[in-house]
């Protein structure tokens, strides 16, 4: 049971926008920034959005984050066959005294 | 260029210990907390624990409180994780990552496996 509730999957077709929510609480994204992760079968998760919605260097524009309160949004524009990952969010907990994690989110480019 | 490298995964028996090291480069190791990140297969993401630049501070999991031990040697750019006590759920890929709130680097990964 993940503290940061994702949907378990999501799709779209080439070229398409697709959202990807995150929904947490005041203990975690209410009041810390939010990452969001991309991982290929097999490899180790890379960071594509930080501080709710800053781009690391590479990471093409057509990937978006916001926030708003305790939820979160991904989202990726002009969708790519390429694109096609596991999606994790994360933040801050608070509570926990240490970073929490969505359940992630299957993304599939039809 | 930030480079984590994991070593000193493998197959364990349930009870048993398993140390594992990750080495640092690219980045001044002794500026930033570490932590360890586990991912069990076909899972999501679990926060193992953290240790403070100077080692003062560590942080875990309750899932892992009292049977592992984060370290690091800041001489060495190196980070350890001792796992003692382990069971059939500690089974995942460990990364070791920068930071200790949701990272911006990561190892790749290396696999545990807790099995009879």
């Known amino acids: 049971q993940s503290v940061l509730t994702q949907p378990p999957s999501a799709s779209g077709t080439p070229g398409q926008t697709v959202t990807i929510s995150c929904s947490g609480s005041s203990s975690n994204i209410g009041s810390n920034a939010l990452n969001w992760y991309q991982q290929f079968p097999g490899t180790a998760p890379k960071l594509v959005i930080y501080?709710?919605?800053r781009r690391p260097s590479g990471v093409p524009d057509r990937f978006s984050g916001s926030k708003s309160g305790t939820s979160a949004s991904l989202a990726i524009s002009g969708l790519r066959s390429e694109d096609e990952a596991d999606y994790y969010c994360?933040?801050?907990?608070?509570?926990?005294?240490?970073?929490?994690f969505g359940g992630g989110t299957k993304l599939t480019v039809l | 260029q930030v480079h984590l490298v994991e070593s000193g995964g493998g197959v364990v028996r349930p009870g048993g210990s398993l140390r594992l090291s990750c080495a640092a480069s690219?980045?001044?190791?002794?500026?930033?907390?570490m932590s360890w990140i586990r991912q069990a297969p076909g899972k999501g993401l679990e926060w193992v624990g953290y240790?403070?630049?100077?080692?003062?501070?560590?942080s875990y999991a309750d899932s892992v409180k009292g049977r592992f031990t984060l370290s690091r040697d800041n001489a060495d750019n190196s980070l350890y994780l001792q796992m003692d006590n382990l069971s059939v759920a500690d089974t995942a890929i460990y990364y070791c990552?920068?930071?200790?709130?949701?990272?911006?680097?990561w190892g790749q990964g290396t696999l545990v496996a807790v099995s009879s």
């Open positions: 690219g980045f001044t190791f002794s500026d930033y907390y």
């Open positions: 994360a933040a801050w907990d608070d509570i926990v005294s240490g970073p929490v």
């Open positions: 501080n709710d919605a």
């Open positions: 990552t920068r930071g200790s709130g949701p990272p911006d680097y």
């Open positions: 240790i403070s630049k100077s080692s003062a501070s560590k």
